[in-house]
C-alpha cells in the first residue's frame, strides 16, 4: 500500500523538487500540493494522507499553526516539517504542535525519502544538524543505567551511538557492513530494551548515558 503524501511550501519550485524525488519512489504518491497553511490545512482535511510535508514560513497562516490546526483535527496526518530555517523556537514549536519529525531543506533527497517513511511507520525524524541541539536542550545529565546498557550487545551499542550521531539506516549499514533490514532489525530490538519509541528517544538514551560525545 502506497503512502500519500501532501506538500506544502510557498515555492513552487521546491514543491516540484520534493514532487519528483518523491514521486521517483516505490510505494510513494503525492496525492496533492498547497502554498499557504490554509491551503495546507484544507488539502489535507479533503484528500486525508497519510504524511503532509510542511514548510513553516508561508503567508497567512504559517506552518506551526497549519501544524497545530490539523493535529487537534480528527484523524490528523503526520506531519514533517521541512524548513530552510534551523531556528530553536522552529524546531520547538514545530515538536510541540504536533510534528512528527524536522527536516531541512538541505538534508537531501535520502533523508527527505527516509523521514517520510518514518513518519508514516509512526517514528520521528529529525535533521541531523538538529538533533544535537535539540537533545541538548531536552536531556539533562543522569547517572548511567548499567542495567539498560548492560542489555546491548556491542554491535546495538555501536547502532545506538550511529542514531546518535544523526546517522541515517542506509548510513548505518554501509558504515557497520551490514545489511539494511539487519539495520532496522538491531533498532527494533534497541527500542525494546530502552523502552525507546522512536529513533529521537534511542539518541536521547546515549545522550543520557554519555556514549558519544
Not at 14 to 29: D, H, M, Y
Request: aromatic share 4%; net charge negative; with cysteine.
Amino acid at each position: 500500500m502506497s503512502i500519500s503524501v501532501v506538500l506544502a511550501d510557498d515555492q513552487e519550485m521546491v514543491r516540484t523538487g520534493f514532487r519528483l524525488i518523491l514521486s521517483a519512489e516505490e510505494g510513494i504518491e503525492v496525492l496533492g500540493e498547497a502554498g499557504t497553511g490554509e491551503e495546507a490545512v484544507a488539502r489535507s482535511r479533503e484528500l486525508r494522507p497519510d504524511v503532509v510535508l510542511m514548510d513553516i514560513r508561508m503567508p497567512g497562516m504559517d506552518g506551526i499553526e497549519a501544524t497545530r490546526t490539523l493535529a487537534a483535527g480528527p484523524a490528523p496526518p503526520r506531519i514533517v516539517v521541512v524548513t530552510t530555517f534551523d531556528l530553536d523556537e522552529y524546531v520547538y514549536g514545530a515538536l510541540r504542535s504536533g510534528a512528527c519529525g524536522f527536516l531541512l531543506k538541505d538534508a537531501g533527497p535520502r533523508l527527505l525519502v527516509e523521514a517520510v517513511r518514518a513518519a508514516a511507520a509512526g517514528d520521528a525524524m529529525v535533521s541531523p544538524s538538529v538533533t544535537v541541539r535539540l537533545l541538548e536542550r531536552l536531556t539533562a545529565p543522569e547517572p548511567p543505567r548499567p542495567a539498560a546498557r548492560e542489555a546491548l550487545s556491542p554491535r546495538e551499542l555501536e547502532v545506538v551511538r550511529a542514531v546518535a550521531r544523526g546517522r541515517t539506516n542506509q548510513e548505518i549499514s554501509g558504515d557497520l557492513f551490514v545489511s539494511l533490514s539487519t539495520v532496522k532489525t538491531h533498532i527494533g530490538n534497541i527500542g525494546s530494551k530502552l523502552d525507546a519509541r522512536n529513533r529521537v528517544e534511542i539518541a536521547a538514551w546515549a545522550w543520557e548515558n554519555r556514549l558519544v560525545d
